[in-house]
């Protein structure tokens, strides 16, 4: 089934470690993000990418980064300069280009800083 | 960041009752997204919609765009125990920007 897999599902960091979310899509689509979930708060975004070797940040990417070197793979790093790291994290994917498109959600990971 | 305002923010109700809920927003969309989330997992795709003044219906579950463009309605149905969850809206602006409710939590008494 074509879906969008996020891992881990759970993940425990020691401040000043950083760590690293993957997340992989077989649903063919150019467009990923990576949103912050906190409880109270809609969905923030994090950063997103529009196709291979791009990526844009979003509304609160301080102290986070990606990478998109292939079409299915948009690994989000939490490195230690976030200062409120424990969230939970949702990968997300798109068709690129359209301004009428439904946006689709992996499982979810959830980061607690010990 | 901006949000968008989602009411009511808490229900319970009894099983066989039928919910509403709506999102709102001082801006227009081009698209109305409704997500059923659980707790510790990912939001679920309900419906989508993409005209002013369309309504769509995925089983239960019926949703309209607003004429404005800027609301949109959930309707739940004949409520069940696994209705139980966390609704959110999300309006899309622009091609990659996504405006969020911060949830309706459904609680249904059987």
């Known amino acids: 089934d074509g879906g969008i897999t996020q891992s881990p599902k759970y993940l425990f960091r020691k401040e000043g470690q950083n760590v690293t979310l993957s997340c992989e899509q077989n649903?063919?689509?150019?467009?990923m993000y990576w949103y912050r979930q906190d409880p109270g708060q809609g969905l923030r975004l994090i950063y997103y990418s529009q196709i291979v070797n791009d990526f844009q940040k979003g509304d609160i990417a301080e102290g986070y980064s990606v990478s998109r070197e292939k079409k299915e793979s948009f690994p989000l790093t939490v490195t230690s300069a976030q200062k409120n790291p424990t969230a939970f994290y949702l990968c997300?994917?798109?068709?690129?280009?359209?301004?009428?498109?439904?946006?689709?959600f992996g499982e979810g990971s959830r980061l607690t800083v010990l | 960041g901006q949000q968008l305002n989602q009411s009511p923010q808490s229900m319970f109700i009894q099983e066989g009752e039928d919910v509403s809920m709506n999102c709102t927003s001082s801006s227009i969309f081009n698209t109305w997204l409704w997500y059923k989330q659980e707790p510790g997992e990912g939001p679920v795709l309900l419906i989508a919609?993409?005209?002013?003044?369309e309504l769509t219906s995925n089983g239960r579950l019926t949703a309209q765009f607003g004429i404005t463009r800027k609301d949109s309605f959930l309707n739940i149905s004949a409520s069940i125990p696994s209705d139980v969850g966390i609704y959110f809206c999300?309006?899309?602006?622009?091609?990659?920007?996504?405006?969020f409710g911060t949830g309706t939590r459904l609680k249904v008494l059987a």
């Open positions: 997300a994917s798109s068709i690129r280009g359209r301004d009428t498109g439904e946006l689709f």
């Open positions: 999300a309006g899309q602006k622009g091609t990659y920007k996504y405006i």
């Open positions: 919609l993409y005209k002013a003044g």
């Open positions: 649903l063919n689509h150019d467009a």
